[in-house]
């Protein structure tokens, strides 16, 4: 029994065996697509969250990270940098610090998917205290009343606002301004609600409102006084910036 065995077992093996190769050739060629794995390259942004109070990031950082990913074939091809996301704890973070360690756990990916490598491994923020400074508000008005009219007044509410930003961008000089008011048409008074522009983008409004309400007065020029026909007597107000164009 056992020679019939051996003999059925043995007889034409080179062909049994190039059988058997050819099937594995054929399986590993015609093996289901979700049962492959590919990698592909992603760039994310890394998060920083949990910044301590009274804390400003000074420059915008480079948050970029550049990730490896692996995943079934089914799966890799509609991956999208918004299915992943990245967030650096910041919360003992220190003005003295500057460079911070990314590990693989800051890396959230979503189920069946393989972080194989990121980079970089450190991320550079510099951080300076947060200062606050009550600054004048300022109208911007541009051009002057028509002939035979002239700016009587001009008014801005609210007069001063709270500025908050990085220390050394707060400056004691600075000075808040509206959107330009065109006031080469203005021929009565009116009252108009403008942007307020900051003098630089490091700087924030702390207030929900971040607009002022500009009262501008129009009166006739009497042709008996001087200069009434040029237009050009000066506003009774307050400090406003007159740019003729």
């Known amino acids: 029994m056992k020679t019939m065995i051996k003999e059925i077992i043995l007889r034409n093996w080179q062909l049994k065996v190039l059988a058997l190769f050819l099937a594995l050739v054929l399986w590993i060629i015609l093996i289901p697509e979700e049962k492959a794995f590919a990698e592909k390259n992603l760039t994310i942004n890394l998060e920083l969250v949990n910044l301590p109070p009274e804390v400003e990031v000074l420059e915008p950082p480079d948050t970029s990270l550049n990730l490896k990913i692996r995943a079934r074939k089914r799966l890799i091809s509609d991956l999208r940098p918004e299915n992943f996301s990245a967030q650096l704890d910041m919360s003992r973070a220190?003005?003295?610090?500057?460079?911070?360690?990314?590990?693989?756990?800051?890396?959230?990916?979503?189920?069946?998917?393989?972080?194989?490598?990121?980079?970089?491994?450190?991320?550079?923020?510099?951080?300076?205290?947060?200062?606050?400074?009550?600054?004048?508000?300022?109208?911007?008005i541009i051009g002057r009343p028509p002939d035979g009219y002239r700016l009587a007044s001009v008014e801005v509410n609210p007069a001063r606002?709270?500025?908050?930003?990085?220390?050394s961008k707060v400056r004691s000089r600075d000075k808040v301004i509206t959107s330009p008011i065109d006031a080469s048409t203005l021929t009565t008074s009116t009252i108009l609600e403008v942007d307020l522009i900051l003098p630089r983008p490091e700087l924030r409004l702390l207030t929900p409102y971040p607009r002022a309400r500009v009262t501008i007065t129009i009166e006739k020029t009497d042709s008996r006084t001087p200069g009434a026909a040029t237009g050009k007597q000066t506003a009774r107000r307050s400090n406003f910036a007159q740019l003729d164009l």
Do not use: C, N, W
């Open 94 to 140: 220190s003005i003295y610090q500057q460079e911070y360690l990314i590990d693989s756990g800051m890396i959230k990916a979503p189920a069946g998917v393989e972080i194989v490598s990121f980079s970089p491994a450190y991320v550079h923020v510099k951080l300076e205290r947060t200062k606050k400074l009550e600054m004048e508000v300022v109208p911007t």
């Open 161 to 167: 606002v709270m500025v908050a930003g990085p220390e």
